[in-house]
């Protein structure tokens, strides 16, 4: 295990050393931000003093190599466009998005996996079919239509939801105001609205199959109870490759919230990496992808533990 | 009877809660730092200058007034003499006196991340007079130094000195009418009135700033009143707001101008393809020709949807330089064609044109309007829309035939976009003529202007300036100006400002 914990922690040093060369190498590519922050009128002594002043004077080598000098120190660089700490303006913004995907994660499993297994039980009945119709539209429509459409509903036409913004914040979360809480729901509903079609779609699809396996006929057979069956012996089966795509799409909540966060106002860091990228402030978009990459590596180690559990007959 | 008083309290209280007079703003960008020296852009200028005063500030209409300096002379004209006001404080306490006026511009002069070295660069020296006198002297003369001053707010020397600029940009004291409260990045701003302000006690209480930077977002706050004002009203969105009873709606002209530019100087420019093999802009017909053939009304009324006014000249009417003699001439796509003709290209020529697509209102569908104007005389455009990221840096390096950008005479002045767009590309001015149009008779009217102190007698080199350069020359082609838009609660007094900030003080609520 300690072999394993070392090797994984190897290879994410190695990840983020890759990820950050290429996002430094493009963002270096991608213009000048010092074009952005000056007037157009700037004299070239502006120019120069204020390249020089960020360090975008040097070779890309010499910047590269100050950068990692700098991280060796855990220091990630001043924003350009907002003066302060790179990685500071990154935290910050983190808990916002954070409990934007951990909920609308929470949102759609305990919805999602009974929904799912409700619908393989008897595949043509009503119910399973307007649970499909749901989950269909679920896939298909846009976030940003889902998140407009609520809206209109909720905030313009009867006025009971708050249209945007994040409320009261109390301790890191606006999950424990009330008025957090009325911020949240419009968000949350529909960042999970891919979330929770897919994964019911894959608990039914993983249910169909596993229920007819021959173990399954043979526990019938028993006379073990139906529900047993079905909660015990049927769904530990499917949840392997349940769990592997949570975990993913976990990561890509939290990495892609971009749209969700921008109709909403909602401040999280989707909306600042957006807005970094569009003014070439690399030091906030290497700091916010050093970030994610953690997070990924951290969720897939998660993963990889968990299935441990699961299926005894995997070790790490 | 005891209960009763009770609850009369807690009644005095619910009610002094309701009538406390809070405002709610919806802003189309949050700030970019609480430093008032880091960036010159609009909104962080905007907020900054309710908690920041400076020493002249600018009126609705962008006239200059007395601010923390009550009056000043201008014995030589390179040397302005200040005197400041007395009593006013800062919002921690301490007193406002001129050695706060010579730290503050020794800081935004010389502090290399200033974003405001432009605008102060005229300004060759200050000194400290007396506690309540300061002197300025600049390089040249300079009629507008009273306009630059307006940008630079006073910081206090006792409370910044010997402080990081990252401690500075997240605590800002300055004398203005509201103090910071909590600033939650891309959340909100959220500002106090500062009751010992020196103007008065301001009338709203509490002010949030909230950056709704997506349109529909913004007018979804508006319509659903969390907000009370929001500013920049999409043009889509206008009839919905116009419709709302409970709305107010209010166009304000403002002071940007959208134009084209195109490449006055190469023989041999990169982005055309003309039948002569030569650069079709260098002769003065061939850009005549582009501007009767512009249907700028049809852009105005289809992409601008009305909320934009056709340009005739470089600025609005509200800034010094305006020439009320020049009127937009009409869309006459015959006279072009004619003038094309005569210039030795009746079949047209083949150019791309430059536009940002993030930067301006509809910019990248204005250029998009403009090439389907030109297809008709003959000259066919290609459209090359790109982030404003990519625009500048490759306009910077002049790899560009024919682009479309915008300019704000933001400090009032004509001087702004004559300095700065229409003199010719030397070592002081025309930084920002990325055409490279260049005339020494313009160029001689615009560097003499500069050091006529008399404003009548400046204002006829300003115009005439104009005159040759547009009229005569045509050195670039002027579209329009934009209009800023906003939407507001019925029980909001607000008036909107021609420099597009937000100013809390003149707000009242009914």
Redo the contacts between chains.
Sequence with gaps: MAKYIFNRLFHSVLVMFTISFIVFFIMFK????V??????????Q?VI??K???GLDQSFIIQYGKFLENVAQGNLG?SF?????ALD?VI??FP?TLELSVLAMIFSIILGIPLGIISSLKPNSILSRVIMFFSLIGISVPVFWTG?IL??IF??VF?VL?????GE?FLFTSALTWDGIKHLIMPVITLSAFQLALILRLTRTGMMEVLLQDYIKLATAKGVPRRIIVYYHALKNTLIPLITVIGIQFGQLVAFTIITE????W??TG??IIDSI???DRPIVVAYLLCISVIFVAINFIVDVLYTFIDPRVRV | MKKLLIVLAATALLSSVCFAKDLKIGIASGALAMDPYYQNETTTNSILSNIFDSLISFDKDIKTKPSLAVSWANPEPTVWILKLRKGVKFHNGNNFNADDVIFSFDRVKNWDKSGFKSTVAMIESFSKIDDFTVKFVTKKPFPILLRKLTYVGILDKETVEGKSNEWITLNPVGTGPYKLVTWRKGDLIKLTAYNDHWRGKPEIENVVFRPLTNNATRVAAILSGEVDIINRVPVVDVARVRRNDKLNFFVKPGLRLIFLQMDQFREDSPHIKSPTGKNPFLDVRVRKALFYGINEDAIVKYVMKDFAIPAAQFSPSVVFGYDPSIEREKYDPKKAKELLAEAGYPNGFEVQLDSPNNRYINDSQIAQAVAASLSKIGIKVTVNATPKSTFWAENRKLNTSFFLMGWASADGDASSILDAIVHSYDTVKGFGNRGRFSNAEVDALIDQSSAIMNPDERLKYLQKAQKIALTDLQCFIPLHYQVDLYAFGKTINFEPRTDSRIWVFDISTQ
């Excluded at chain 1, 991608?30 to 931000?33: H, N, Q, S, V, Y």
């Excluded at chain 1, 466009?81 to 700490?85: E, L, T």
């Design positions: 991608a213009g000048d931000p074009e952005l922050m000056l007037p157009i009128d700037a004299t070239q502006e003093e204020m020089h002043a960020l001043n466009r907002y003066g302060q700490p303006i910050e913004r916002a407009m809206v209109l905030s313009v006025g708050p249209s945007s913004g994040r914040v921008t109709i909403f106002a401040p999280g909306k600042l569009q003014n070439l």
